[in-house]
């Protein structure tokens, strides 16, 4: 069964710095696009960054600099680095899978296993 599981989530400071996990079962990172998301409250989901089987990742321009996506393939668990955290970064992240699919996509109908969310809050 494909499960992803995210982890890594908490409270802040504006400025701070946290690292989110994706745990993934069922398939190999190697062969799947992995997405992060968030839904920031009162706001409707978005894309903000995703990972190719390639190993290249791309970003939406409101994170692009301070967060970077990651993979580690032994492990089968991609990551979030996110620094310079601001208040707007404040929602509840997800991470959303690809199997057997190269590429990322913008649509959220693309990714069919989603993990159950993290909460991040930016609070001083």
């Known amino acids: 069964q494909v499960h992803v599981v995210e982890s890594g989530g908490g409270l802040v400071q504006p400025g701070g710095s946290l690292r989110l996990s994706c745990a993934a079962s069922?398939?190999?990172?190697?062969?799947?696009?992995i997405g992060w998301f968030r839904r920031a409250p009162g706001k409707e989901r978005e894309k903000i960054s995703c990972?190719?089987?390639?190993?290249?990742?791309t970003y939406t321009d409101s994170v692009k600099g301070r967060f970077t996506i990651s993979r580690d393939t032994a492990k089968n668990t991609v990551y979030l680095q996110m620094n310079s955290l601001k208040p707007e970064d404040t929602a509840v992240y997800y991470c959303?899978?690809?199997?057997?699919?190269?590429?990322?996509?913008?649509?959220?109908?693309?990714?069919?296993?989603w993990g159950q969310g993290t909460q991040v809050t930016v609070s001083s």
């Open positions: 959303a899978a690809r199997p057997r699919y190269y590429t990322c996509s913008d649509n959220e109908a693309d990714y069919n296993h």
């Open positions: 990972i190719r089987s390639s190993g290249s990742g």
């Open positions: 069922g398939f190999t990172i190697d062969y799947a696009a």
